[in-house]
């Protein structure tokens, strides 16, 4: 991998904004080479356990939205 001189510092903050976006589209084109730490495996399988056990609750989306949309109003 080549260095790169460029200076995050002396960017505006929409420019560094601007480059986080592309760095991410760029990233995403092909996620397969983004490795994923080993913690998100392990947050999914507990997050996939509590469903599979019942001891999460889960929400219709349009109900909660309604009452985020009431509460911010």
Do not use: C
Not at 25 to 33: A, F, G, I, K, T
Not at 49 to 61: A, H
């Amino acid at each position: 991998m080549a260095d790169s001189n460029i200076s995050i510092s002396g960017l505006t903050t929409d420019q560094k904004l601007n480059l986080m976006e592309a760095i991410w589209v760029d990233l995403s084109q092909q996620p397969e080479q983004v490795p994923s730490p080993d913690w998100h495996g392990d947050v999914l399988a507990k997050r996939r356990q509590s469903v599979l056990d019942g001891s999460v609750d889960f929400e219709d989306w349009d109900v909660v939205k309604e009452r985020l949309l009431k509460r911010h109003s």
